[in-house]
C-alpha cells in the first residue's frame, strides 16, 4: 500500500532565503517538502493580503501544512486564508497583534520608523538592530549568511506590515514553537506554545532538531 505524503510548505523570516531551513530534518517516507522564495512587492502600498495570496498561488497541492519563521509565520496565517491549509506551525514568531512586544507597537505608533533613511534599509543588519533593538544584533550576525533580499522596497514593506498588522485572534489549527530566549519576539507577550529551552530568534539553526522532531510529531 502506498503511503500518501504530507506537503509541507516553507516559509522563511524577513529577507532570508529558504536555506534557513536546512537544519530541518524530516521523515521522507512522511513529508514532501516545498521551499517558498519571497516575492517583491507590486507596490509601495501592496497590502498584506494581496501579497499573501500572491504567495499561496505558489502553493500547488491540496491541504497543505504551512511552516512559517518569523516575518514568514505571519505570511503563512495571512496565505492560509486564500488556501485548504490542513495546518499552520509558526517558529520564532507571533498568532496576533497582541504579542507583538511593546518596543514594535511604540514605533507603530509614534511612526518613527519613517525617519529611517531609505537607502539604510537595504542594510537589514543595521535597519534589524534600530526596529528590534540590540539584542537582535547578536542574532543577525549568526543569521546574516542567509539573509539574500536586499530590495530597499521589499524590506520597507515587510517591516511596515510587521508593525500594521491587524490579525485579532488565533487563527484554528495553529501550531506555535517558541524559544524562551527569543529577543525580538519576548515570550511575556507570547500565549499557548511549546517552548524550546534557551531557544533564541534564531533557533531555527540553532536548535533544528529538537523543532524538526516537534513537527514530525505534531502532523
Request: glycine share 4%.
Amino acid at each position: 500500500m502506498k503511503i500518501v505524503k504530507k506537503h509541507i510548505y516553507f516559509v522563511p523570516g524577513l529577507a532570508a532565503s529558504p536555506k534557513i531551513f536546512d537544519r530541518i530534518k524530516l521523515p521522507e517516507s512522511k513529508f514532501e517538502c516545498h521551499f517558498i522564495e519571497w516575492l517583491l512587492p507590486l507596490s509601495d502600498d501592496e497590502s498584506i493580503e494581496n501579497y499573501a495570496k500572491r504567495m499561496a498561488r505558489l502553493v500547488t497541492h491540496d491541504a497543505p501544512i504551512l511552516i512559517g519563521v518569523s516575518f514568514g509565520g505571519i505570511m503563512v496565517q495571512e496565505m492560509s486564508k486564500h488556501l485548504n491549509t490542513q495546518k499552520i506551525i509558526l517558529i520564532s514568531s507571533v498568532k496576533t497583534t497582541h504579542e507583538l512586544p511593546s518596543r514594535l507597537k511604540f514605533i507603530q505608533k509614534s511612526k518613527v520608523y519613517k525617519l529611517f533613511p531609505a537607502k539604510a534599509i537595504a542594510n537589514i543588519e543595521a535597519f534589524s538592530t534600530y526596529v528590534f533593538g540590540e539584542i537582535a544584533k547578536k542574532r543577525i550576525a549568526l543569521y546574516k549568511e542567509y539573509l539574500s533580499v536586499r530590495d530597499e522596497r521589499y524590506l520597507k514593506w515587510a517591516i511596515y506590515q510587521v508593525l500594521h498588522w491587524k490579525q485579532k485572534k488565533p487563527l484554528k489549527n495553529t501550531l506555535h514553537i517558541h524559544g524562551t530566549e527569543d529577543g525580538v519576539f519576548p515570550v511575556k507577550y507570547i500565549k499557548n506554545y511549546i517552548p524550546i529551552k534557551k531557544g533564541t530568534h534564531v533557533m531555527i539553526l540553532t536548535k533544528a532538531k529538537e523543532i524538526s522532531k516537534i513537527i514530525t510529531e505534531s502532523v
